[in-house]
């Protein structure tokens, strides 16, 4: 079956430390994005990639990096920059552009605790 | 404003119930329109789009209303499954070439016997 695989599912660092999370597709499709999530808040985009080796800055990209080598995988680094990086983080892929109406399919997500 | 507002809820019903939700979005040039549903610590799921027409998906109902920028989502008989977190979507094409996606904070819902 074809779908999103985040991991880990839950992650805990120090403060000061840089994480990496995983965000795999096989979905084939090109446009993938990273959300974060903090209770009682909407969704709010982090970074998104519209295809292989390209990648922009969403609302929050403050502290995070990405990279985005290949068509299947857009994983998110959470540096020691990010102020408040406990969250939970959301991976999505689109077919098309979800700003143009394409529905997101969402990966079960990393709960991350930075202490 | 913010660019979409839900009620947070929680809504508290009793199985079989029929209960509604609103979301109202504030940029008038928005498009594209959708419901999620987010289980407790889950991720969200696509539950459906809403069309300009009105659209109906077994006991849910979406509807738009573009002149008072809202859409809603009507759920009847409502079961326990049904507990959750809903989630208004809307997206916007316009600036980046990415558009624009907005979520609203969700609207919590609980079923119960």
């Known amino acids: 079956d074809g779908g999103i695989t985040q991991s880990p599912k839950y992650l805990f660092r120090k403060e000061g430390q840089n994480v990496t999370l995983s965000c795999e597709q096989n979905?084939?499709?090109?446009?993938m994005y990273w959300y974060r999530q903090d209770p009682g808040q909407g969704l709010r985009l982090i970074y998104y990639s519209q295809i292989v080796n390209d990648f922009q800055k969403g609302d929050i990209a403050e502290g995070y990096s990405v990279s985005r080598e290949k068509k299947e995988s857009f994983p998110l680094t959470v540096t020691s920059a990010q102020k408040n990086p406990t969250a939970f983080y959301l991976c999505a892929s689109s077919l098309g552009q979800a700003g143009w109406g394409s529905p997101l399919h969402f990966g079960n997500g990393t709960r991350l605790t930075v202490t | 404003r913010k660019e979409v507002e839900q009620d947070p809820g929680p809504f508290n019903v009793p199985e079989g119930a029929t209960v509604a939700f609103n979301c109202t979005y504030s940029?008038?040039?928005?498009?594209?329109f959708f419901w999620y549903r987010q289980d407790c610590r889950k991720e969200p799921k696509l539950l459906m789009s809403v069309y300009s027409s009105g659209n109906e998906d077994g006991r849910f109902t979406a509807q738009l209303n573009r002149a008072s920028q809202y859409i809603s989502l009507l759920i009847r008989d409502s079961k326990l499954s049904d507990s959750a977190t809903y989630l208004c979507v809307v997206a916007n094409a316009g600036g980046t070439s990415y558009g624009k996606l907005t979520f609203g904070q969700g609207t919590i819902l609980t079923v119960h016997p």
């Open positions: 940029n008038s040039a928005s498009q594209s």
């Open positions: 979905l084939n499709h090109d446009a």
